[in-house]
């Protein structure tokens, strides 16, 4: 069965450093998505991504944050100067949001990002 | 803005009996999608179960089934047969049908099973 993957499974990154977690979404799915759990706490959602631009972002989202999908498989989300308060897992997600599907959203199994 | 709400932070259930956890979701919308994912341990989002909003029968996955009360919007998922390995975290999400389909997650619940 297709799954999505996310790299590194843990990132361990010092405060005003750069860091990159990327994603292979399912080949055939269209839509691409970031979330952010922070320990404890409830999933958020950061960022859509659809026909190569962003159509949906939360005001987390600000402009440390950035996303692309440099080539036909990879999607990126780069923090561009961490803060101790990016520590949280990150789940890449994407669906096939057709006139038959359910909108359903396939997780990644999720980049833990320590920043220290 | 869409909210879906979990009044139930943490549940308990003997193995092998039923637990019911419960879900309130907010929208003016008439087109939506209704989860339930859960996540173990490992932290991975599993989807358990799914509802379009314009079915009016509940939806059901083995031991996994929901009771959606749309007019209340209410959505809650009923375990039967409860297992060791149904503990986690399970958190209730709507999508907006014709939005960019992002997920709006609720709190969560955990649930722990006894054996």
């Known amino acids: 069965e297709p799954e999505v993957t996310q790299t590194p499974s843990h990132q361990v990154t010092q405060m005003g450093q750069e860091v990159i977690l990327r994603c292979v979404p399912i080949?055939?799915?269209?839509?691409f998505y970031w979330y952010r759990q922070i320990l404890g706490q409830k999933v958020e959602f950061l960022v859509s991504f659809y026909n190569n631009e962003i159509s949906e972002k939360s005001e987390i989202f600000d402009d440390q944050f950035s996303v692309e999908r440099p080539d036909g498989s990879n999607f990126t989300l780069k923090i561009r100067s961490t803060k101790l308060e990016d520590s949280a897992m990150y789940f890449c997600?994407?669906?096939?949001?057709?006139?038959?599907?359910?909108?359903?959203?396939?997780f990644g199994p999720g980049t833990r990002l320590t920043v220290t | 803005a869409q909210t879906v709400t979990q009044s139930q932070p943490e549940m308990s259930v003997q193995e092998a009996e039923t637990v019911t956890l419960s879900c309130t979701y907010d929208?003016?919308?008439?087109?939506?999608?209704l989860f339930w994912y859960k996540q173990p341990p490992s932290r991975q989002m599993i989807l358990v179960i799914r509802q379009e909003a314009y079915k009016q029968q509940n939806a059901t996955e083995n031991r996994f089934s929901v009771n959606f009360q749309k007019a209340a919007k209410s959505f809650s998922l009923k375990i039967s047969d409860s297992q060791l390995g149904d503990a986690a975290m399970y958190f209730c999400a709507q999508i907006i049908g014709g939005s960019n389909y992002k997920l709006t997650f609720g709190k969560g619940t955990l649930l722990t099973v006894n054996p």
């Open positions: 997600a994407s669906s096939d949001v057709s006139g038959h599907s359910s909108y359903e959203q396939y």
């Open positions: 080949s055939n799915h269209l839509y």
């Open positions: 929208t003016s919308e008439s087109d939506y999608y």
